[in-house]
C-alpha cells in the first residue's frame, strides 16, 4: 500500500519498468504517452506505451488494494476508462491492445488485484490482453 502522494512516482516508476521489459518481450521500440487515434470522428489520445511500428500499444496500472484489503473501487474505475479507451481505438489501426498491472496480492483473499479484475471484468476486455508484472520481472498473461 502506498500514500497517495506516492502514486504519480510509483506510475512513471511503473511505466518505465514496463517499458523495458516490454522492448525486451516483444524485440519492438516503445514510445510513452504516444497518441493514438480513437473514436468516430477519430481523435487523438495518448496511451502510456506504443511500440514504433504502432502495432502493440500498452496501458500500465501500478494499482494496489487498499489498506484494509478492500477493492480500490476509483482505480477499477480508471481500468475501465482504459478499455474504453482501448476498444475505441480505430479499426484500420489493428494492434494488439494490452493492459499491464503490478501484482499486488490480496492476503485475506489470495487474489492478486489484476487476478480480479480479470474475474469481475473479464466479459468487457474483447481482444484487450491483461498482464501482470511482479517484482522480479516476470510478465504473466492472465487472458487468452
Same mark, same amino acid.
Given at each position: 500500500?502506498?500514500?497517495?502522494? /506516492?502514486?504519480?512516482?510509483?506510475?512513471?516508476?511503473?511505466? =518505465?519498468? @514496463?517499458?523495458?521489459?516490454?522492448? /525486451?518481450?516483444?524485440?519492438?521500440? &516503445?514510445?510513452?504517452?504516444?497518441?493514438?487515434?480513437?473514436?468516430?470522428?477519430?481523435?487523438?489520445?495518448?496511451?502510456?506505451? @506504443?511500440? %514504433? !511500428?504502432?502495432?502493440? +500499444? +500498452?496501458?500500465?496500472?501500478? *494499482?494496489? #488494494?487498499?489498506?484494509? #484489503?478492500? @477493492?480500490?473501487?476509483?482505480?477499477?474505475?480508471?481500468? !475501465?476508462?482504459?478499455?474504453? *479507451?482501448?476498444?475505441?481505438? +480505430?479499426?484500420?489501426?489493428?494492434?494488439?491492445?494490452? +493492459?499491464?498491472?503490478?501484482?499486488? &496480492? =490480496?492476503?485475506?483473499?489470495? %487474489?492478486?488485484?489484476? %487476478? *480480479? &479484475? @480479470?474475474?469481475?471484468?473479464?466479459?468487457?476486455?474483447? !481482444?484487450? %490482453?491483461?498482464? /501482470?508484472? !511482479? /517484482?522480479?520481472?516476470? $510478465?504473466? $498473461?492472465?487472458?487468452?
Amino acid at each position: 500500500m502506498r500514500k497517495n502522494s /506516492e502514486n504519480p512516482s510509483a506510475g512513471k516508476a511503473f511505466q =518505465n519498468k @514496463v517499458q523495458a521489459k516490454a522492448q /525486451e518481450n516483444f524485440g519492438k521500440l &516503445f514510445i510513452q504517452e504516444c497518441p493514438v487515434l480513437i473514436g468516430n470522428p477519430p481523435k487523438e489520445h495518448r496511451f502510456d506505451l @506504443v511500440s %514504433e !511500428d504502432h502495432l502493440i +500499444i +500498452i496501458e500500465c496500472k501500478s *494499482y494496489t #488494494w487498499t489498506k484494509s #484489503w478492500n @477493492v480500490p473501487s476509483a482505480k477499477l474505475a480508471a481500468l !475501465d476508462e482504459a478499455i474504453l *479507451y482501448m476498444r475505441c481505438i +480505430i479499426p484500420s489501426c489493428s494492434a494488439r491492445k494490452i +493492459i499491464i498491472m503490478e501484482r499486488s &496480492f =490480496n492476503k485475506k483473499t489470495g %487474489e492478486t488485484l489484476a %487476478e *480480479y &479484475f @480479470v474475474r469481475r471484468k473479464g466479459h468487457l476486455l474483447a !481482444d484487450i %490482453e491483461v498482464m /501482470e508484472l !511482479d /517484482e522480479g520481472g516476470f $510478465l504473466r $498473461l492472465l487472458t487468452c
